[in-house]
C-alpha cells in the first residue's frame, strides 16, 4: 500500500521518481495534520489499540514544498531520455530489455555520461560492440529536468490506485 503525495498546488511533490509514500509515512501526516486526504483506498484499514482509519491513497501537503530541479545520471534516466526506444534501430525496448551502450566505448576513453551513452536494444549493442564509427541516430545529451519529466508523463502509467488517475495526466 503506498500513498501518492502530492504538492500543496495539486501536482506530485516529485516526478523523478514519483512521489509516493509508505501507508505508515502517510498515517504520519495525518496525525500530525501536515496534509489534507484526498482519497482512501476502500479495502484498507489499519487499527491501533483505541483508534482506526482507511489508509490514504492520495494526500496533498498542506505547505508546499519547493522541488528540486535537478537531474543525476543514472540508467533510468538515460532511458527515459531516449523514450525507450533503440537510438540505432528505432525499435522500442522495455526496462529488461534496454541496454545502456558508450557511443565512445569505454576502452576508447568513453566516459559514463550523458552525453556519452544512449538506449539500445541487445542486438544493436552488440553489433556495435567496440567499434567508434557506428553513431546513434540522435546525438546524445544531457536532458533538464522538464524534459524528463514530460517524457514521463507522456509515457503509461501503471496505477496503483484510480484515484490516482486525474493527477498524473
Known sequence: M???MLNADGAPVSWLPLSIISWEEAIKY???DKAAV???????IVRSANWST??????????YEK???TVRYSKSNVFLRDKFCCQYCGTKVTRATATLDHVLPVSHGGKTIFENTVTACTTCNANKGNNKKIKPKVAPYKPNYYQL???RRSMDWQFVHHSWVPYLK
Request: proline share 3%.
Open 2 to 4: 503506498t500513498t501518492l
Open 30 to 32: 495525518m496525525v500530525l
Open 38 to 44: 484526498l482519497d482512501f483506498y476502500e479495502d484498507k
Open 54 to 63: 482507511r489508509v490514504p491513497a492520495v494526500m496533498m501537503l498542506y505547505e
Open 67 to 69: 522541488r528540486k530541479a
Open 149 to 151: 519529466v514530460e517524457n
